[in-house]
């Protein structure tokens, strides 16, 4: 912070505002889930289902079969029925390498 006299007895103080974090941004509904493609647990904002197929993929194809996730029908029919925001969060499977929670008797 620094500090500049205009006169005797006057002084201007520069305030830094640089850190300051943003403020929290209000979503609509929360969808946990997996899907085609996009980052893993990281909770992401869409604002409509095409931004939602950009970033996350709607259709999984399977040799010769396509399949489609519970996670973007819900998201699908969250838009159409009007919604504006949704925070979506990717989910893996276990065969990703990922290792169970375990507790010990303390």
């Known amino acids: 912070m620094a500090e500049?006299?205009?006169?005797?007895?006057?002084?201007?103080?520069?305030?830094?505002?640089?850190?300051?974090?943003?403020?929290?941004?209000?979503v609509g509904a929360a969808?946990?889930?997996?899907?085609?493609?996009g980052p893993i647990e990281q909770p992401t904002?869409?604002?409509s289902f095409g931004e939602y197929t950009?970033?996350?993929?709607?259709i999984f194809n399977s040799g010769s079969t396509s399949v489609e996730y519970f996670t973007s029908l819900a998201v699908k029919n969250y838009f159409d029925q009007g919604g504006t925001t949704a925070l979506v969060t990717r989910?893996?499977?276990?065969?990703?390498g990922w290792a169970a929670a375990s507790a010990t008797p303390i």
């Open 4 to 26: 500049t006299i205009i006169s005797p007895g006057i002084l201007t103080r520069e305030n830094d505002i640089s850190f300051v974090s943003p403020a929290p941004q209000a």
């Open 54 to 58: 950009r970033k996350f993929g709607r």
């Open 91 to 96: 989910v893996v499977s276990g065969s990703a």
């Open 31 to 37: 969808f946990i889930g997996p899907t085609v493609t």
């Open 45 to 47: 904002t869409v604002t």
